[in-house]
């Protein structure tokens, strides 16, 4: 696949037709796929965490189960390693135009970022605002402290559209792979590091 | 917890007790909880992969799952961070007492592993002989070198209980963690790097 310039308008077109029927999930999932062929990392989403109640065996060998439900996960939907750093991030999407609420974010998976970043990994949200179309990596230290903020009483629900532009770095949206964010990271790596280099 | 030097008997009652009903699986699990409260490291067991095909909803809020699979894994079971260190490794329990076969190892398992130690990641196996309740970690590269030897005419289709002894590294069974693979794994750092430091 040849990689060439495009005008803007162009590239908008392509977005779209891409974008067909896609999930950011999906999007993430394709462009780690693209990484790992490449040789370029190994990072994976983890399985949805499912309480098993009931398994029967209609068939040999094959078990059917029969009644299970979903459990809520203790940590992130993603992780792996990237030329000897230790990857770990989640994807959220908001239809918001403004702003990423907070309630998108559960506890436990602030405390195992912060856990992640205490070790020397690199965390991170991956956010997809629809309304632009609009990719962003939110380093888990800008996260933190909007998060620690939010109780205080002039303290902020969510994180406001500008801080993504500000503070944040924007993910163009490509053909193969889809989001090329590890190339963020390492452009930016400073910004995700414990102990900057 | 008081943690007090106590005689090879009494440890091993205490072995025992501690081993009724455990799992190795169960054993690694409480070993990671302890590292993640102790702030030592952060190391999950990923949710075994599920396909899920009917869900129903009986009550609100509620998804019930009324059919589904389990799927084969694509990658090992338990990955994280240790102190800037991608850790990644499975779990493997044998009855047999000269060997471990071959067969418990996935393809899809060594090539992820693969993939791991080019990345500059620490992976391994943790390895149970039950027959003398004793633990080993299995460098991926002494794993390697008898996979890739095991389609050769004279090639094993197992890895020798003596190789373990000799090439691997004895985890020995305590009270908390119960498994203290990471006290080992930094006792032998170069054994598990692609670049010995």
Redesign the interface.
């Known amino acids: 696949m040849i990689n060439y310039p495009i005008k803007r308008k162009a590239q908008q077109k392509v977005t779209n037709y891409a974008n067909l029927g896609m999930t950011l999930e999906s999007d993430i999932e394709s462009s780690n796929l693209y990484y790992?062929n490449a040789?370029i990392?190994?990072i994976?989403k983890?399985?949805?965490?499912?309480q098993?109640v009931s398994v029967s065996y209609p068939a040999r060998n094959?078990?059917?189960?029969?009644?299970?439900?979903?459990?809520t996960?203790?940590?992130t939907d993603f992780?792996?390693?990237?030329?000897?750093?230790?990857i770990?991030f989640d994807a959220k999407e908001t239809n918001s135009k403004t702003s990423m609420p907070l309630k998108n974010v559960h506890d436990h998976q602030i405390s195992?970022l912060k856990?992640?970043v205490?070790?020397?990994?690199i965390a991170f949200l991956i956010v997809h605002f629809k309304a632009y179309n609009e990719y962003f990596i939110l380093p888990a230290s800008v996260l933190f402290s909007f998060w620690d903020n939010k109780e205080e009483e002039k303290g902020r629900k969510s994180i406001p559209y500008e801080a993504f532009k500000s503070e944040a770095y924007q993910i163009p949206f490509g053909y193969q792979p889809r989001l090329d964010y590890l190339k963020i990271i390492a452009q930016n790596l400073n910004a995700f590091l414990k102990n900057p280099r």
Chains 1, 2 share one sequence.
């Open positions: 790992l040789g990392a190994v994976h983890k399985p949805t965490p499912i098993v094959k078990a059917k189960i029969t009644e299970a439900y979903y459990k996960p203790s940590t992780n792996g390693i990237y030329q000897g750093l230790y770990d195992h856990g992640v205490k070790q020397g990994g």
